[in-house]
């Protein structure tokens, strides 16, 4: 079955059989990063714009790789060197650049609801990449996609996400993914950064790290996000790793096939020790390599309506 719709604005959007075939997909453009010659023609002559208004490594990175895979154009914008810094606004922004006919917007923006906004103004596919502390629906597959690779499965299974709930847009995106594809999610952080209108979400709160980790299938760890915080949440990054930091002691709590997950970027020794993100159980770089699987993933499917699960290349 195809994708139907137009823009990608949010996991919450999406129901568990979009997921599913999103997921599938992204499956079977995995192997595409794996050959000698990493190019298909699926996407030839489209353009694809990544208007980025934030800093970012891997998903900027990936969704031009991704893109460029399969063949499409790219265009990436530059904040720091736009006209926004002589006062335009990002309507006005985006309505230009939708003159010069691209097929898709890629928007990451540090204001919440930016990419809805914009999906009003243009005539072409808009993919939200990052909405302040919204959502960051592409995380959130890939983080799906990692974690059935290895579990061949995501229902039933207990998901530990640790951190900056608060103010954390992947911590949102993971919820609304794992929940609707069956998953048994725990939240954990200080009471501060993991306020109690979470439990409006179908999922099991706790300020206890040891509780949310035992017996846990996969952690999630997440960063804290000081450029979003205009207060002290907590006393002292030392006083964090200890309570709310992942070590190899912690981490014996869970299952001994407990996968180890990051969004990136790290703070190495606040929220996860260099042994425990470099060590057995870890999967971050395999996400940073399924984001460009699922990223490609999104793109066909909803700059080719219509198109196939079962995509075959010569």
């Known amino acids: 079955m195809p994708l139907n719709r137009r823009h990608l604005l949010g996991i919450e959007d999406l129901d568990p059989v979009e997921i599913e075939l999103i997921l599938k997909t992204g499956e079977s453009f995995r192997e595409i990063s794996a050959r000698p010659i990493k190019k298909v023609p699926a996407l030839r002559g489209k353009t694809i714009i990544n208007l980025f208004f934030e800093p970012s490594t891997r998903t900027r990175s990936s969704f031009e790789i991704a893109a460029k895979r399969l063949s499409a154009d790219t265009v990436n914008f530059s904040h720091s060197s736009s006209s926004a810094l002589k006062g335009e606004t990002i309507i006005d922004t985006v309505k230009n650049l939708q003159s010069m006919a691209p097929d898709a917007l890629v928007v990451r923006h540090p204001a919440s609801g930016i990419p809805l906004v914009l999906s009003k103004h243009v005539k072409c596919c808009v993919i939200n990449a990052g909405d302040g502390m919204h959502e960051h629906p592409t995380q959130a ?96 990054v030392k006083e964090y790793f200890d309570r709310f930091g992942l070590d190899r002691d912690k981490l014996r709590l869970a299952k001994p096939d407990v996968l180890v997950m990051h969004p990136g970027p790290i703070n190495r020794g606040v929220e996860i020790s260099s042994e425990v993100a470099d060590g057995e159980f870890s999967v971050i770089l395999e996400q940073v390599a399924n984001g460009i699987a699922v990223r490609m993933a999104l793109l066909y499917l909803l700059l080719l309506p219509g198109a196939s699960t079962q995509v075959v290349w010569d």
């Open 141 to 236: 597959l890939l983080d799906m996609m990692t974690i059935r690779e290895h579990k061949q499965k995501l229902k039933g299974l207990k998901v530990a996400i640790i951190g900056d709930i608060r103010h954390s847009r992947v911590a949102r995106s993971n919820i609304y993914g794992l929940t609707k594809m069956g998953a048994k999610v725990w939240l954990c952080g200080p009471p501060t950064l993991l306020p109690r209108e979470f439990e409006q979400f179908d999922v099991r709160l706790t300020w206890d790290i040891r509780e949310a980790l035992e017996k846990a299938d996969v952690a999630i760890m997440l960063r804290i996000q000081l450029e979003r915080q205009g207060e002290n949440f907590f006393p002292s």
